[in-house]
């Protein structure tokens, strides 16, 4: 038997009012990412062959999200049917599986996608497979309705639901897999008679049951099928997908000390032997070698981390910061597109941008590199085995020679050569005894007044 082709269809066309936001509902970030990019990715492991997003007109935006996969658009939001058929085109002739999805709900796994399509390749050949679930509060979504045999007979939204079938906990997730080869003549005949005047998808079960086709359920998850309709349900999310990251770097050979301190972007790549100190945050493009360790409080994005290095406690790497082999980088230390070669030190209180610090050379306390002008960046060259005194201020672009030596408090603003010593401090002046002079008239200015 060849194997049936898959098609996915993910309804994004929702305006997702409750977000109260100018940003497309799925394209909330979830751990750094759009909520339909996690689907969007796990649908491609999963194998699907092809997946069409469902989105209204004028989302342009969630269409470049989700590209190269088509977008098709529903002009009018009249309900989850009328939504599938927005697909049509994709899948007139098609009689293949089609697994429907939300956009909205982005937490589904390739295991439970699997489970799914097993279960409509089932014996019975079942013409629908819903995937349901049991959350804590069954509130609005649409009950599963076995017979007496445990088989799918039907879905009954919760606005037409008696009181008895509101008792369900068994609820419709919205996920479902159907047969291609009859699902555009069951969709054709959904109506929208019912309490919201919506084309209802859920109808197509009983469709299906009354054609004498069989129906099924497969039960997943709620951590996969909390669906985003809230800010409070965004973090919710967050919280799953964090949870998921942290179990997978830690499956991978890294240390969290406080795991659920620890926030990942969904594209972190961590090495092994990795140890990450409290209140850790990695934002998008952060990639860690073996062996290194990032201290508590630390803010990372855009940056590499070498084998061997160690940064923060309270270290900032902003985009383009690469922090090589065993180096160091401190203490409220901030580092944007720079390079902080092998064995150098930026221990304290620094700003290091448009940079590059030379092998083992060490950067003292308070040294800024002065990048912008108001107008224009420019760049900062510190040579190998360098020692910028603290408190040095480097006006680029302006480059310090390979082994040179800046005496603290200086302000360099012109090159300085190989093994040189630079410093711009002004004369130290000192007057022998005369603070004791200024006391004693001071006090004696008091007294009289
Ligand atoms: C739907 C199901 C319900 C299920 C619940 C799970 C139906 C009739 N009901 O209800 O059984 O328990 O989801 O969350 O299917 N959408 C469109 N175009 C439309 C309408 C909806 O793209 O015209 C999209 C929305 O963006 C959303 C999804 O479909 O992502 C579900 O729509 P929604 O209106 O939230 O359905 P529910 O009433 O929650
Ligand atoms: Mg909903």
Redesign the pocket.
Known sequence: MTKKKTTAIV??????TRMKSALP??LHPLAGRPMIGHLMETLEIAGFDKTVV???SGMDDVAAAVGPHPCVI?Q????????VL?ARDHLDGFDGEVVVL????PLITVETLHALLAARRGPDNPAVVVLGFRPDDAG????LILDQGGHLNA?V??REATDGQLKIDL????VMALDGAVLLGILNRIGNDNA?G??????AVALAREDGRTCAYVEGDVSE?T?V?SRAELAVAEEIVQERLRASAMANGATLLDPKTVWFSFDTRLGRDVTIGPNVFFGPGVVVADNVEVRAFSHLEGATLEEGAVVGPFARLRPGARVGKDARVGNFVEVKNATIETGAKVNHLSYVGDARVGAKANIGAGTITCNYDGFSKSHTDIGAGAFIGSNTALVAPVSVGDGAIIGAGSVIAEDVGVDSVALTRATHKEVKGGAKRIRNRKTREKGKS
């Open positions: 309804l994004a066309a929702g305006l997702g509902k799925v469902v989105t209204a529903q009018e939001q009249l309900g989850t049917a009328h939504a927005a939300y956009g909205d709900t609005a979504y649409g009950r879905i939204e919760a609820c419709n997730s919205g919201k919506e084309y209802y998808l859920t109808d099928l669906g309709n």
